[in-house]
């Protein structure tokens, strides 16, 4: 079946620091690849999303590349910000499970001033 | 656009009584949610899909009788735990996907904290 696989956390950078968050998957098809982002006590945020190869998905100057060649996702961003802390998970849809998301473990990222 | 909401945001009940969750889409209609369920520290669980109109999906290892699921309308689903124990104390978060999304991304409430106590 599909799988997600992240980068094990926790992450601590300093502000402005770069970051990049791996992700890696399996699944048969073409599926969807998303990156969503959960702030403490909430539910969970579309961050930002790529539907086929090569693809780029941007948002709030987060960005990842739909990597079919590597089954990769991997997130980045430039700059961090304390208000990026957050836990991030990387998954997928429209694989062998069709509708249904399969989620990585997700990885928590803190920012320190 | 494509906003979920979920009621309560938290509840605490006794052990042996049952509890209702409210999952609703406030700007689209949904023909499918989800219903996860998150432990501390871990991702998140697909429990069940809810269908409008007809039963929910289960999946493995989820007791259908212990976690009722309506779908009754469009725009809203509800889940059940019925006769509640501590070990159902989790964070319960429910999702939508808009019609005529391309590419399958959902879009979640914010959860409900359900402690049991």
């Known amino acids: 079946g599909d799988s997600v696989t992240q980068m094990e956390g926790p992450v601590t950078l300093s502000e402005e620091a770069f970051l990049t968050i791996n992700c890696t998957y399996t699944a048969t098809g073409y599926p969807s690849l998303f990156w969503y982002v959960q702030y403490p006590g909430e539910g969970l945020q579309l961050l930002l999303k790529?539907?086929?190869?090569?693809d780029k998905g941007s948002n709030k100057g987060f960005e990842a590349t739909y990597r079919k060649e590597t089954t990769s996702f991997h997130l980045e961003k430039g700059s961090v910000q304390v208000s990026d802390s957050a836990v991030y998970f990387c998954?997928?849809?429209?694989?062998?499970?069709?509708?249904?998301?399969?989620f990585g473990d997700g990885t928590t990222l803190t920012v320190k001033p | 656009g494509a906003v979920v909401s979920q009621h309560p945001s938290r509840v605490i009940c006794k052990s042996g009584t049952s509890v209702k969750i409210e999952c609703r889409s406030l700007d689209f209609q949904a023909t499918t949610m989800f219903w996860y369920r998150q432990f501390p520290k871990q991702s998140l669980m697909l429990m069940a899909t809810s269908n409008e109109g007809s039963k929910a999906t289960y999946e493995q290892g989820v007791e259908k009788d212990k976690f009722l699921i309506n779908h009754a309308s469009l725009t809203l689903s509800t889940l059940t735990v019925t006769s509640a124990h501590p070990e159902d104390s989790s964070f319960y978060i429910c999702s939508a996907r808009p019609p005529g999304t391309v590419g399958y991304e959902q879009y979640f409430g914010p959860g409900t904290r359900l402690t049991v106590t």
């Open positions: 790529a539907t086929k190869a090569d």
């Open positions: 998954a997928l849809a429209g694989g062998t499970n069709a509708g249904k998301s399969t």
